[in-house]
C-alpha cells in the first residue's frame, strides 16, 4: 500500500467551539457539513483535520494540569495525540499563552531530539507540537 495523503478525525462535543480554538491555535475553517454542521475540516497549510460532532473515536480530558513529568500522565488522555511539526515551537507557546489555550507541556528539549510543547483541546486531543534540534 501506498498513502497518497492522511486525515485524521477527532471527535469533539461541539464543532462551532472546536473551530474556534483551532482558529486560536492558527489554523482556519475549511469546511463543513450539515444543517446545523456537524462534521468538517480544519486547515494549516496542505495539512488538514476533519471534526466530528459526538461520533467517530474517542475523546475525554484528564484532570491532570500536564500531560508529562512528575505531575502528569500521557497515558490519563483519553482523545487522540498528534505530531504537528513547525518551524517556531517557541513561537507556537507563546501564541498558545496569548490565546488562553491549556498548554500541558512548556516548551522543552526532548531527548529524542526534538523541541516540543503540548497543548490540549478541550476534549482531550492533545498535539504535541515539535521541531528537531537538528534542524535549527
Known amino acids: ?14 464543532i462551532q ?4 480554538w483551532f482558529e486560536k491555535l492558527g489554523w482556519s475553517k475549511g469546511w463543513d457539513w450539515g444543517v446545523p454542521p456537524t462534521f468538517g475540516g480544519v486547515c494549516s497549510g496542505p495539512c488538514e483535520i476533519f471534526l466530528c ?5 474517542g475523546r475525554g480530558k484528564s484532570d491532570l494540569k500536564t500531560t508529562f513529568g512528575p505531575e502528569g500522565s500521557d497515558a490519563a488522555e483519553k482523545g487522540v495525540w498528534m505530531s504537528i511539526w513547525v518551524d517556531d515551537v517557541d513561537a ?9 489555550l491549556d498548554v500541558t507541556w512548556p516548551p522543552t528539549d526532548m531527548p529524542w531530539g526534538v523541541r516540543e510543547m503540548h497543548v490540549r483541546h478541550p476534549d482531550g486531543h492533545v498535539f504535541r507540537i515539535s521541531r528537531g ?3 535549527e
Not at 1 to 14: C, D, E, G, K, Q
Open 53 to 57: 460532532e459526538n461520533a467517530q473515536g
Open 17 to 20: 467551539q472546536s473551530f474556534e
Open 133 to 135: 534540534i537538528d534542524c
Open 92 to 100: 507556537v507557546h507563546q501564541r498558545c499563552l496569548d490565546q488562553h
Open 1 to 14: 500500500m501506498i498513502a497518497h495523503r492522511l486525515t485524521p478525525i477527532l471527535n469533539v462535543s461541539n
